[in-house]
């Protein structure tokens, strides 16, 4: 698509974090941070991959993984703000650009660098023997505080959270879609070299 081209995100990551041993932890590839960027790639995820993620911001001392209630009935932007209204299931507000408010009571310049994200990337995380475990995107504030946290379906995870025992790696459709269509890049058979969470040394 035009859209994707015209970011031209490279393929490759970004970054590789290592474990002590020199085995990857972590693959990440850094995502624009332009409001159109994040509105495009956003949209996506939850308009076309909802039923599977888990959302919610990441914190120290707090994690939360939310189902979507169900599709969205709304994506809005408004001064900065992305809105996903789920209706009765509630909704969630995402600074993804500049937030000035109003004429009459204007954001002051300190606070709006504080909301505006400063950080946004997709990863794939790897267990203790090099496996692919996790897929995902994250992003962060000016401050550096998680604003929002999204896990790709996992072929080691059903939708109640059980384990999937043997994995399911129809699972990673999300995770190949998004990265086909945002990283340019085919399905790898990596991907299901993974054994999950019971034993993957996670």
Same mark, same amino acid.
Not at 7 to 25: F, K, V
Not at 51 to 57: A, D, H, S, T, W
């Given at each position: 698509?035009?859209?994707?081209?015209? #970011?031209?995100?490279?393929?490759? *990551?970004?970054?590789?974090? +290592? +474990?002590?041993?020199?085995?990857?932890?972590?693959?990440?590839?850094?995502?624009?941070?332009? &409001?159109?960027?994040?509105?495009?790639? /956003? =949209?996506?995820?939850?308009?076309?991959? #909802?039923?599977?993620?888990?959302?919610? *911001?990441?914190?120290?001392?707090?994690? !939360? &993984? #939310?189902?979507?209630? $169900?599709?969205?009935? @709304?994506?809005?932007? !408004?001064?900065? !703000?992305?809105?996903?209204?789920?209706? %009765?299931?509630?909704?969630?507000?995402?600074?993804?650009?500049? %937030?000035?408010?109003? *004429?009459? %009571?204007?954001?002051?310049?300190?606070? @709006?660098?504080? +909301? @505006?994200?400063?950080?946004?990337?997709?990863? +794939?995380? !790897?267990?203790?023997?090099?496996?692919?475990?996790?897929? $995902?995107?994250?992003? #962060?504030?000016?401050?550096?505080? %998680?604003? /929002?946290?999204?896990?790709?379906?996992? *072929?080691? /995870?059903?939708?109640?959270?059980?384990?999937?025992?043997?994995?399911?790696?129809?699972?990673?459709?999300?995770?190949?879609?998004?990265?086909?269509?945002?990283? $340019?890049?085919?399905?790898?058979?990596?991907?299901?070299?993974?054994?999950?969470? =019971?034993?993957?040394?996670?």
């Amino acid at each position: 698509m035009e859209e994707e081209k015209r #970011w031209r995100i490279p393929s490759q *990551p970004s970054e590789t974090q +290592r +474990r002590e041993d020199g085995t990857p932890a972590r693959e990440l590839w850094a995502l624009p941070l332009e &409001e159109a960027f994040l509105e495009a790639f /956003l =949209r996506d995820v939850f308009e076309n991959h #909802w039923p599977g993620i888990r959302f919610g *911001p990441m914190i120290q001392g707090a994690a !939360y &993984e #939310w189902k979507c209630p $169900g599709a969205p009935r @709304r994506i809005s932007l !408004y001064d900065g !703000y992305l809105t996903v209204m789920f209706g %009765n299931g509630g909704h969630f507000h995402l600074c993804i650009g500049e %937030n000035r408010g109003s *004429p009459a %009571n204007p954001t002051a310049p300190a606070l @709006r660098a504080h +909301r @505006r994200p400063s950080r946004a990337q997709i990863f +794939r995380g !790897y267990d203790a023997e090099a496996r692919p475990l996790t897929w $995902g995107f994250e992003m #962060w504030n000016g401050k550096g505080e %998680n604003g /929002l946290s999204v896990w790709f379906p996992s *072929p080691f /995870l059903n939708d109640d959270d059980s384990l999937s025992d043997p994995p399911d790696f129809d699972r990673l459709a999300t995770w190949r879609a998004l990265a086909a269509r945002w990283l $340019g890049r085919e399905p790898e058979t990596l991907d299901e070299e993974g054994k999950g969470f =019971r034993r993957g040394g996670h």
